[in-house]
């Protein structure tokens, strides 16, 4: 095992990208993947351990929660957490840190992928892509530092309570918006969405893309579809897709990335 290990969730690269950055400052590092149960979960013998993950309806998306408690820490590992999100960071920090005390922890925003709720440039701060890209390496080489140097967070995590309401709601929320996707005559059947899908919820049936009920609203087979063929009904026939220029279909579907 690597002396670093950061667990990574990352719906259409933004969390990844992170993850790769600190990864590369850091060295000796692996990254494991949380889009699907991971691949490792005993990593006691790391010196240090991260997560970092997105913030999907104010708390942690899919079923990262439930792997968390499966995963085995060292009490003497450092620990960090780094949530990404829209504008607010939500409760996904605090519920981590119930389960795993955090010694470091930030928040930092990035572009909306969820573009069924929120144009992609609808961040705060108010950015575009490009810039909201070079704002990320800048936090990415700033976090590397204070993981490097051991620093604490001295500011407690609260428990957002507000989020956790609309976090309580959101597996619903997603779900109904994803009884609304659909593919359009521009579509090739080329099975980038089936690929890309977190949950399996996306399968072939002849010429037709056939969508199932376990959305969780990650938007990655809207965003990484090459002829942008794929809606949630008509919110987003017009929207601009956006996803990490860095991070590739293959490289979401990766169970550890080393460095």
């Known amino acids: 095992m690597k002396e670093n290990v950061i667990f990574c969730y990352s719906g259409t690269g933004n969390c990844l990208d992170m993850a790769k950055n600190i990864a590369k400052s850091l060295g000796d590092t692996d990254i494991i993947m949380m889009r699907k149960y991971p691949a490792v979960t005993d990593v006691r013998e790391a010196k240090r351990v991260g997560f970092i993950f997105p913030c999907y309806g104010g708390g942690l998306p899919g079923h990262v929660e439930r ?66 890209q070079a704002r990320s390496e800048h936090f990415a080489e700033k976090f590397a530092r204070d993981i490097k140097a051991g620093v604490k967070s001295k500011k407690k995590l609260g428990k957002a309570l507000v989020n956790k309401a609309e976090h309580a709601a959101w597996p619903q929320i997603a779900r109904k918006q994803g009884l609304t996707l659909k593919a359009n005559d521009k579509c090739v059947m080329c099975g980038t969405c089936a690929k890309v899908c977190p949950m399996d919820n996306i399968r072939y049936a002849g010429k037709a893309v056939v969508f199932g009920d376990k959305c969780i609203s990650c938007c990655a087979c809207v965003q990484y579809c090459p002829q942008e063929a794929i809606n949630f009904g008509k919110i987003t026939e017009k929207r601009e897709r956006y996803h990490n220029v860095n991070i590739t279909v293959d490289d979401l579907n990766q169970e550890i990335i080393s460095f």
């Open 67 to 132: 792997y968390l408690h499966d995963i085995k820490v060292s009490p003497d590992a450092y620990t960090f957490g780094i949530a990404q999100c829209a504008a607010y960071k939500g409760e996904g920090l605090y519920k981590l840190n119930q389960l795993i005390p955090l010694d470091y922890w930030a928040a930092v925003s990035h572009q909306c992928t969820c573009i069924w709720l929120f144009p992609h440039d609808l961040t705060m701060p108010k950015m575009g892509a490009v810039e909201s």
